[in-house]
């Protein structure tokens, strides 16, 4: 395959390309509470003798409410304003006919974004400024804050490379690089009501440091490679609260936000669970690696009565069982040792074809539950929402996102589309207790009919339905309000033991003046409405059908109310020029890193290719069959890392001050660095504890007992003639005594020596305890088996 075809396909540069305008990114983020206001800096410069049109294809964060814009150009500040998308690009082009600046912000996805700045003239810089605000997910007791930096390149099926105009396969992937002249600066305020328990960061190492009574974080290095998405955990007591907060605009709006954290007692049921695991190129490496281990554990927390089947795919799909089978000790043998061969070796990420089958396989009694693991590096993911949408009545859908930069928006959507939950597991992070609340929540009986009601308030909701309800979780409603007064909002549903009703009182005294909630409202509503049936079907001839659907006019409508980009809408600047620019524009697309870790690619090809050498030829095209092969088509560029650009960036927002000096930063950054290496030195602690526990747990039967045989003595770390000769003295010759013994032991073996992942080894102790609660097979002691084997173990040790 020819290098040049590739090269269009993906996007890729050369080691002699043009200089790069991009000269640096900061990211300044206030974090309070649940929401955060995010402002990102991004400065370029034209280096170049003749003006360009510098355009810059970028991620944000999935739930954004992107609501400022704004350029800066010799000391000129200029204001975006939100036009409807056509009008937006108009202009546009007007002032760059005209030689005027011109300044665009678009939505191309609702987590990809492109910046146009156009007529750059030559010596000369300007800063983007964007801002934005976001309501942050709680993972684990934790709030979790993510930054995306960066693009992954991805995969387009044959009807998204051709279009009129610019098809979704250029839009979405932009040039590559190994490595880009530019790096990211970020620093993140925290001020939490009742103060911040712990934060730490599982993709780089940072620096705390106090601000009265704030928390300020900041990278430990001074800048980082735009490569992986920045992952920031705040622990504080306040998450787990019901709470309702209430605002009012200068102009009298009002907006309401309401947060529920339903506390339910329901008992775990079978169901038929399809697990639909991506093999594509992409998914090689650490990727692949961590689905090996996520799968086990879901594996051995199904329990009886459970149908289930895997299917991966790629270019094709590949199901492990020509239907669901019965898990049972031969199905969970066979699983168990597919899981482990698994590998990213099925081309390219045809995501709708696997949805398609595992959705018109035959139903059983069972309620369905599908599961997709992936990277989510999909061009078509409005149609994969629409058929995951069309199937909600019978088919509950959940998506586990995998990787340093899986697509937030395709992950998070197929969860709302499909009436189930979303998780991400990034790099560093630990896997198994996503992995058991996922479980948790297939084997829950869904929290039906849920309404809320408003207390008498007349109140638009957005979004407009319920989302999913699941214990323990928040579940976050925004709404705006006419007439405030007294209420308590009452949220309702039944479950199987019958129907509940959870309350928060609103109290209008409480109300705050400010914007955010507001925005955030208009933000659900638009997310709501572009997913919604009418607008998605709509979409492919919207040349001619938008200005009529009504969900496309709603769109614009609150979009340009709130001062909001959206699929509809886009940002846009001019900057009027006494000497407008002269000749012709070269257009300058700014190369992205690679996701550190895309398709394993870093690890093997960093060693194999040395700066300044080309990579092997490709063995075959990225949009034909294999991400990863066209990936060895890039060019290794040594492109020097340029210092200081954000601190400057920084500098030149207004009302923005750099948080150290550069010996305060370095003060910082030594101490950081010796406790990430502490940090990591416990991770391996905890990774070699944790690997003694997945040993001992992937022996247990589907049943939930333990054989006791030399496998087993192993794992737990004691001689088989030993157990043997205790199990003949305490239960002699009775049925089942000797898989009881072992799995007495088991579970006393987890709770001695691995506590510290009790939520991860739930289910497998539920299913552990209730076989052992069945079996005839008792000590001759009279004794139980738990002290039983407590004797034991607390004897040896």
């Known amino acids: 395959m020819p290098e040049q075809f590739v090269s269009e396909r993906i996007g890729l540069i050369s080691k002699d390309a043009a200089p790069v305008a991009l000269d640096g990114v900061a990211i300044a983020a206030d974090i309070r509470g649940v929401c955060a206001k995010v402002t990102v800096a991004q400065r370029y410069v034209n280096r170049e003798v003749q003006p360009i049109e510098a355009v810059y294809v970028f991620p944000l964060d999935e739930r954004a409410a992107v609501c400022g814009f704004e350029a800066v150009i010799d000391g000129t500040l200029v204001v975006g304003e939100v036009k409807e998308r056509d009008e937006a690009f108009r202009i546009y082009d007007d002032a760059m006919e005209a030689g005027h600046g011109a300044y665009l912000l678009d939505e191309e996805r609702p987590d990809v974004f492109q910046a146009s700045v156009g007529n750059l003239p030559p010596g000369k810089e300007v800063l983007l400024k964007i801002t934005y605000v ?28 051709v279009a009129v105009g610019r098809p979704d396969a250029e839009a979405l992937n932009p040039p590559l690089a190994w490595h880009v002249p530019y790096g990211l600066e970020l620093s993140a305020r925290i001020a939490m009501p009742g103060g911040a328990a712990c934060v730490d960061s599982p993709s780089h190492p940072i620096a705390l440091a106090t601000e009265e009574s704030a928390m300020v974080v900041t990278l430990a290095q001074r800048e980082v490679a735009l490569d992986r998405d920045f992952v920031l955990h705040v622990s504080a007591p306040v998450f787990d609260r019901p709470h309702a907060w209430l605002e009012r605009s200068d102009d009298g709006r009002e907006a309401i936000a309401v947060a529920f954290v339903p506390k339910m007692e329901v008992a775990v049921a079978p169901a038929e669970v399809i697990f639909l695991i991506d093999r594509s190129g992409s998914m090689g490496g650490t990727s692949i690696e961590e689905v090996r281990n996520a799968m086990q554990m879901c594996l051995r927390s199904l329990i009886d009565g459970c149908l289930f089947n895997v299917v991966g795919f790629g270019s094709t799909y590949d ?59 999909v061009t078509n993911t409005d149609a994969v ?13 959940f998506a586990v996102g995998i990787g340093a930069g899986s697509s937030r928006h395709l992950v998070e959507g197929i969860a709302r589309a499909g009436g189930g939950s979303a998780e991400f597991i990034a790099p560093g992070e630990r896997i198994e207790p996503k992995v058991v609340r996922l479980v948790n929540r297939l084997l829950t009986p869904a929290f039906s009919d849920a309404r809320l009601d408003w207390g008498g308030l007349q109140v638009t909701a957005a979004p407009s339905r319920v989302p999913p309800v699941f214990s323990g979780e928040r579940l976050v409603i925004y709404g705006f309000v006419e007439r405030v007064q007294p209420a308590m909002l009452r949220l309702s549903g039944i479950v199987p033991s019958g129907p509940m009703t959870f309350e928060v009182p609103l109290d209008p005294q409480s109300a705050v003046s400010g914007t955010v909630v507001s925005t955030l409202a208009a933000r659900a509503r638009i997310r709501e409405l572009e997913e919604s049936p009418e607008w998605l079907s709509a ?62 690619l870093d690890r093997r090809m960093d060693r194999a290719i040395k700066p300044g050498m080309a990579a092997p030829p490709p063995a075959a095209s990225y949009a034909d069959a294999s991400e990863m092969s066209a990936m060895r088509s890039m060019a290794h560029s040594p492109m020097s890392a340029v210092h200081g650009i954000v601190s400057r960036i920084a500098d030149m927002i207004p009302g923005r001050q750099r948080p150290e000096s550069e010996e305060r930063l370095g003060d910082l950054v030594e101490p950081a660095l010796h406790t990430a290496s502490a940090q990591t030195r416990a991770r391996k602690s905890g990774d070699a504890d944790r690997a003694k526990m997945l040993a001992v747990v992937s022996l247990q039967r589907a049943d939930g007992s333990w054989e006791l045989d030399e496998p087993f003595a192993r794992a737990i770390g004691q001689p088989l003639d030993k157990l043997r000769v205790a199990q003949a003295a305490a239960s002699g010759a009775a049925d089942d005594a000797s898989r009881a013994w072992a799995t007495a032991l088991a579970l006393q073996w987890l709770k001695s020596n691995a506590a510290a992942f009790g939520d991860e080894w739930r289910f497998v102790a539920m299913k552990a305890r209730q076989w052992l609660d069945r079996t005839l097979a008792r000590p001759v002691s009279g004794r139980s088996w738990a002290d039983e084997a407590a004797r034991l173990l607390h004897s040896s040790s």
């Open 319 to 377: 199901a492990l069982f020509p239907e669901s089978q019965p898990y049972d000790e031969r199905s969970l043998a066979a699983a168990s040792n597919h899981a482990a061969s698994l590998d990213a070796d099925l081309g390219g990420t045809e995501v709708l074809p696997a949805l398609e089958y595992v959705l018109r396989q035959p139903r059983s009694e069972r309620p369905r539950q599908v599961v997709i693991l992936t990277d989510g590096q």
């Open 539 to 600: 979409r492919g001839s919207r040349q001619q059908r938008s200005r009529a659907s009504d969900s496309s006019r709603e769109i614009i409508d609150l979009a340009v109310r709130y001062s909001l980009i959206s699929r509809e809408t886009s940002f846009v600047a001019v900057e009027r020029r006494q000497r407008p620019v002269q000749g012709d524009v070269q257009l300058r697309r700014i190369p992205i890193a690679l996701t550190n870790g895309w398709g394993g």
């Open 134 to 161: 976001t309501e942050l997910t709680v993972d684990t007791g934790a709030l979790r804050f993510v930054i995306p930096t960066t693009v992954s390149p991805r995969y387009a099926p044959q009807v998204d490379r």
């Open 385 to 397: 929402l629409a058929l995951v949408r069309s199937h909600v009545a019978d088919t509950r859908v």
